[in-house]
């Protein structure tokens, strides 16, 4: 089964940008270029969210509170996905997971920080 590791999280102020990763390991590339993959973020005692997907053809989907600060892009000869958060808030602190959603795939998750 494929394994998803993401990294890039940190603590940075408000306004600044981060860019977070995952790849995908043993995964065959069929798996990674066929299915939708996206990235979750949750605050304890929160419900996990969803803040973007890209699926196979490279269509994306945001969640309203990240458009247009936020995007999300794949290389699929990497197995890699990424997530471009610019002009972030404090309001977007949260584990920051990426996942294979249709097959029930999920990373450790990574801390992102936002200080006012």
């Known amino acids: 089964q494929a394994q998803l590791v993401e990294s890039g999280g940190g603590l940075v102020q408000s306004g600044g940008s981060l860019r977070l990763s995952c790849k995908a390991f043993?995964?065959?590339?069929?798996?990674?270029?066929?299915?939708?993959m996206g990235w979750y973020r949750q605050v304890p005692g929160q419900e996990r969210e969803l803040v973007a997907t890209i699926n196979s053809r490279g269509i994306t989907n945001y969640a309203d509170s990240v458009k247009d600060r936020f995007t999300i892009s794949r290389d699929n000869n990497k197995r890699t996905i990424y997530l471009q958060m610019n002009s972030l808030k404090p309001d977007d602190t949260a584990v920051y997971y990426c996942?294979?959603?249709?097959?029930?795939?999920w990373g450790q998750g990574t801390q992102v920080t936002v200080s006012s």
């Open positions: 043993r995964a065959i590339l069929s798996t990674f270029t066929g299915n939708t």
């Open positions: 996942a294979f959603p249709g097959l029930n795939i």
